[in-house]
């Protein structure tokens, strides 16, 4: 594998070693153009000592999946460990569903799992549930003011295991994210929301057929409240087209003769 790596004198990377416990003994970040990279170690510093029949390859394929230098290294490690009964596994991986609309119009809730939150505004805002680097890790941020967009935008990612990650496994693990209208943010003076009102809108926005148990005039009043927001849904359908891509990575990738030295070869597809 290493030798391998050595090999691609076209591709840019850096490399550094490491002895730290559980981590991977050599490690290479291939840089691409626009700022992008993917991560590969090789060697997994255990108890026993250096385990050689160990490598991680770590990458977004929204943002490398097309480039070349990632096919060859993904090739490299592919072939590596083919002759072995399961020759590539996905260990995690994280699911990003992008929600329009400002970040202030949407909340991630409390639930059983550990959370965080860093807020430095109400737009400036990234709350986490769960454990790091861990299954049912989710995370709700501004995705406009991260990579400079000028749409607003949302994101909720959801981190996966790579094998229990079928609809249902990933529907017990989907948080409840409200989408908060901008007019109930804002005091919704002129709807006369007092704190009550407030409390019962939160509960219709998850279980929003418990509006009818309200009186007519508390009905007629929240009614279009409750229509506004909301809760985030899973979607079946949007979910199974992400497994159907990512049954594509255990696969070896399609095969290119490199660029002469120096050069640059990506989006040939």
């Known amino acids: ?18 002895h730290k416990m559980g981590t991977f003994r050599d490690q ?10 993917f ?11 250096l385990n050689t029949g160990r490598a991680r390859l770590e990458f977004n394929p929204n943002k490398v999946g097309q480039c070349r230098e990632l096919r060859w290294v993904y090739n490299l490690c592919f072939d590596a460990c083919g002759a072995k009964p399961f020759p590539v596994s996905l260990r995690r991986w994280d699911l990003a569903v992008d929600l329009p609309g400002e970040r202030g119009e949407f909340e991630l809730l409390k639930d059983g799992r550990l959370y965080e939150e860093l807020r430095r505004s109400a737009s400036d805002r990234t709350q986490y549930l769960g454990k790091r680097n861990s299954p049912g890790r989710c995370k709700l941020y501004n995705k406009t003011l991260e990579s400079n967009l000028s749409i607003p935008v949302t994101r909720l990612e959801l981190t996966l295991d790579g094998v229990a990650c079928g609809a249902d496994d990933v529907r017990s693990l989907w948080p409840k994210v409200l989408r908060v209208p901008r007019v109930v943010q804002m005091g919704a003076e002129w709807f006369g929301l007092n704190d009550t009102d407030r409390f019962i809108l939160r509960t219709l926005w998850q279980q929003p057929e418990r509006l009818e148990e309200l009186g007519r005039r508390k009905r007629d009043k929240l009614a279009p409240l409750v229509a506004a927001g909301g809760v985030v849904e899973f979607d079946d359908a949007a979910f199974l087209r992400c497994l159907e891509e990512l049954g594509g990575w255990m696969k070896r990738r399609r095969e290119c003769d490199p660029p002469g030295y120096g050069g640059r070869w990506e989006n040939a597809e």
């Open 39 to 49: 991560w590969l170690g090789v060697g997994l510093n255990g108890p026993g000592g």
């Open 1 to 18: 594998m290493l030798d391998g790596v050595a090999a691609l004198a076209w591709v840019e990377f850096s490399h550094w070693t490491t």
């Open 28 to 37: 290479f970040t291939f840089a691409l153009s626009g700022g992008r990279s």
